[in-house]
């Protein structure tokens, strides 16, 4: 599996990438796998504000629920409509098409603090 | 298909129609006699709004059918009295039949919870007795009955912390778990309205003391251990975290639905917990196979005690009385006085026993977990080199490489006749495969299950496909489980 070398990493597995001052949030293919076959995804409201390390919403899988933690501080924008009827997509291109949601970033530079590709490869590798 | 195997429990095989597929119009289970005062129209009486209306499609079956119907499907069923039941953490002991003896004495099994307390000596001794004994047992100074099972006690717990320190001045804003607590103890956190802050296991899967000592703080208002906790490991160093804890004024909840394996050995009141609930219905041995009804005692050191949920028993010139007056009591957290019956058969399992009797059982769980664990240990990796107690963790690493999870072993089981043990708990085992076969087994029994559980290692490495599709020899071949979560079908519809 290819991690994107333009998005961010974090050790709670979410990724975040930037365009201007918004980020879009993801799990990562690693959590997807761990957590197996997503039936439900749980996720912000827009307009609310979410905070570095706080969840802001939950991924429920056959064999667990599990936290999602924002990697990074700001207000939610956007949501992705498509996961509520289709789960599965987190499955198929977490790194893509079944990202989470839009966050207008609070602090853009704060994003540098999070793992590169190669750091969080070497860390689930470890 | 695969060949037969050793142990295979009979099946009634024909399959089973739902009751509204028995139903046929104008059949009923009952006779009413002829009416006779005059018919009033409810609507009339009541008012239309307060008129339900009939039921469509309500199965219309005679009493013959309903009680074969249910019958047939109860010989489906799996459970203690068919064989071992080695579901880890749910501690799925026999139940002996001395206890449901002793429920069913009429005056015990008729009592009702409104008749007059001179009426309710017996009823109310065997509380006072049963919270006389499992005090001793928890080494703790005090004990509510209250709770209707493990949950509802760790909440009454926690509410009881709260009030506690309330009455500090200061209720504190965070609850600490271990990353390998039971999924109740940051639920009861937050719904007793504190955040939850979760510790990292070290490499033997306990808390590790330097991690707790650099989160505990005066926002810290209690710690929620299981102990032994989730690994089925005994954490070793528990008298250090709790004085960790108390210098900073946080208290000690311990979940006790590990507690079979310490009760006559050790006793959670000394070893620095403050409160604990424990699941009579695992470790006094009373039946949940069908959810319960369960009982969640909680005891309390007497710091605590003021705040325990009321009325409480009380003798007054040799009469057991409820006592209301209870000014700081977080106040009622069950109606009436609990799950009685349960309570009843736990007495009957403690006085049934004896002390030594309840430390025999005790011993004898964890050798049959040692056993079961020293049998598998080359077949399958086991999760953390330290001693296991009532339990075993093992993790599915090596089936993994063929591509079987522990899903999948536990469906292949299912084919050898025996209940699955705990999958893919505790989350912090990759693949967990959680075995707790407890004292009630003889060990022909342990021995079949171990012999299943390692034709199946060698399954997995012969032909991983075959258990990947795992069960063959059942009613119901494997169900998709993903679609069912994902698109469920929650309503039968002709």
Known sequence: MTYPENYRYTKEHEWVSVEGDTGTVGITFHAQSELGD?????????????????SFGSVESVKAVSDIYSPVSGEVVEINTLLADGPEKLNEDPHGAAWLVKIKLADPAQVSTLLDAAAYQAYIAG | MPKPLGKIRPHFTQNEQLLFELSRPGKTGYQLPELDVPDVDAAEALGAGNVREAIEDFPEVSEVEVIRHFTRLSTWNYGIDLGLFPLGSCTMKYNPRINEAVARIAGLAWAHPYQPESLSQGAMEIMA???HHLGDIFGMDEVTLQPAAGAHGEYTGIMLVRAYLESQGNPRKKVLCPDSAHGTNPATAMIAGYQVETLKSNGQGMIDPAVLAAAVNEDVAAMM??????????????????GILHAKGAQVYMDGANLNALVGVARPGDFGVDVLHSNLHKTFSTPHGGGG???????????????????????????????????QSIGRVRAYYGNFGVLVRALAYIMAHGGPGLKTATIDALLNANYIRARLKDYFQIAYDAPSMHECVFEDTKQEKQGARTGDIAKRLIDYGFHPYTVSFPMIVHGAMMIEPTETEPKAELDAFCDAMIAIAKEVEAEPEMVKHAPHLTRTSRVDEVSAARKPVVRWKP
């Open chain 1, 38 to 54: 997503i039936v439900y995804v749980d996720l912000p409201k827009v307009g609310s504000v979410v905070e570095t390390g706080q």
């Open chain 2, 129 to 131: 007795v049963l919270e």
């Open chain 2, 225 to 242: 251990i299981t102990n032994p906790n989730t690994v089925g490991v005994f954490e070793e160093n528990i008298v250090q975290i709790a």
């Open chain 2, 293 to 327: 009804p369960g009982a969640g005692a909680v005891g309390v050191k007497s710091h605590l005690a003021p705040f325990l949920p009321g009325p409480r028993l009380k003798k007054t010139d040799g009469q057991w009385t409820w006592n209301h007056d209870l000014p």
